[in-house]
């Protein structure tokens, strides 16, 4: 009799690993997968363009419920799992039904952070993470009106787009004086800030609100304004909040697995509780935590490796981010912040809205900031993954490979 695998959660991670198991042990197992959501597998990435309505919904899944059937693995929608018996290799799911295990996969991907103040659970206060989110967004939308987005991040920039294309008024609000401060210093911040206030694609430009918090979402039946930690007060018909995500832990924490900031897990994936692995946003390898898709499909490999019966390790990963922000491409990888160890070397060209940073330690390149032409972004890249001395190249390094 064949091994019983059974993953919870089919998101991005979860299907990759799917993939690449049947592709490497496609007999080893019977495989059954709960996911909470009542959809197989989509790009959550693509979420952002569905809300634009440059693309619908059907065009984003990429593992629709007859996919899992064709490869005989039995799916359960729209159903949670609501305990882990690890002794007895049980689960229990929310209606009581059980199933059992020999291998189990714990995929349960991230959750929003919310704001914990008043106001927070008023109609018209949503999240950005599933594509239920973007339905109730839509709903709002068909009546224009005003949104405020919390949040001035990648997340958060995609949504604020999305309504203003939807015909609403946007206003972003984020605590960092520098818009997407994860992947941005202040210079190519104030660049993108400048962008999306010009307004887009013929539509009127964001509004922001930087260095803000808010401290209150007001509203009887349903949201009506929201006020900031400076006294004034936004009128709006939505807010959204897209203040980041933390690894969803709840199911493993109940069930005795140990959890750090995410999931513990080795190098082969393994929690500390016999035949439960785990990978995906909701992990924390070597005291890192991943949100990029790239890590998560290394770990998706590995793992399929390792349940295959191969040898196989995750040592962890290089990140870099890649993005196009409204228009705007974006590069940055490393310590892309000027710093007192650091030199950077600048090209700016403000005329068309390009600015250019590598930052040097030693000889060698340890960040990159590329806004607005991101040639030779994976160059330098492999330049920092790799430590080489840049000395002989210094004068032309930052433009790119085709200077040097």
């Known amino acids: 009799m064949k091994s019983k695998l059974v993953l919870i959660g089919s998101g991005m991670a979860g299907t990759r690993f799917l993939e ?13 997968v709960f996911n909470k959501e009542p959809v197989g597998g989509y790009n959550r990435i693509l979420l952002s363009p569905v809300l634009s309505g440059e693309k619908q919904w059907p065009e984003i899944v990429t593992h629709s419920p007859e996919w899992f059937q064709e490869r005989g693995i039995r799916l359960h929608l729209g159903k949670t799992i609501s305990s882990i018996d690890s002794v007895g290799k049980v689960l229990t799911t929310f209606c009581g039904e059980t199933v059992f295990y020999d291998k189990l996969v714990i995929a349960t991907g991230s959750k929003p952070f919310t704001l914990d103040i008043p106001g927070k659970d008023l109609p018209g206060v949503v999240t950005f993470r599933d594509i239920r989110d973007v339905e109730s967004m839509v709903a709002v939308s068909e009546n224009r009106g005003k949104a405020v987005v919390i949040g001035g991040g990648l997340l958060g920039l995609e949504a604020a787009y999305g309504l203003l294309k939807r015909g609403m008024t946007v206003t972003v609000v984020h605590r960092n004086p520098v818009l997407m401060n994860v992947q941005m210093d202040q210079e190519a911040g104030q660049l993108l800030k400048n962008h999306l206030m010009s307004g887009l694609d013929g539509l009127p430009g964001m509004a922001f609100r930087l260095g803000a918090n808010v401290v ?135 005329a068309r809205n390009i600015y250019r940073k590598v930052v040097l330690k030693n000889g060698q390149v340890v960040g990159a900031l590329l806004f607005g032409d991101t040639t030779g972004a994976n160059w330098l890249f492999d330049l920092l993954r790799k430590r080489e001395d840049i000395t002989a190249m210094r004068e032309t390094l930052v433009f790119g490979p085709g200077y040097v």
Not at 20 to 31: F, G, V
Not at 230 to 254: F, K
Not at 318 to 323: A, P, Q, R, W
Request: charged residues 25%.
């Open 216 to 350: 209150e979402i007001e509203g009887d039946s349903c949201v009506t304004s929201v006020r900031l930690d400076s006294g004034e007060v936004l009128s709006t018909d939505l807010v959204v909040m897209a203040i980041g995500i933390r690894p969803n832990v709840a199911l493993a924490e109940m069930s005795g697995i140990r959890v750090d900031n995410g999931i513990w897990v080795n190098d082969r994936l393994e929690t500390d509780t016999r035949d439960i692995y785990a990978l995906g946003e909701c992990t924390e390898h070597r005291g890192r935590t991943y949100g990029l898709v790239a890590p998560l499909y290394e770990q998706a490999q590995v793992l399929a490796d390792v349940l295959a019966g191969k040898v196989a390790e995750y040592t962890g990963s290089l990140t870099s981010t890649m993005l196009k922000v409204t228009g705007v491409n974006l590069f940055s990888a490393g310590r892309f912040h000027s710093e007192d160890d650091t030199q950077s070397i600048i090209f700016r060209d403000l």
């Open 20 to 32: 690449n198991l049947l592709e490497t042990a496609p007999d080893q197992y019977e495989i059954e």
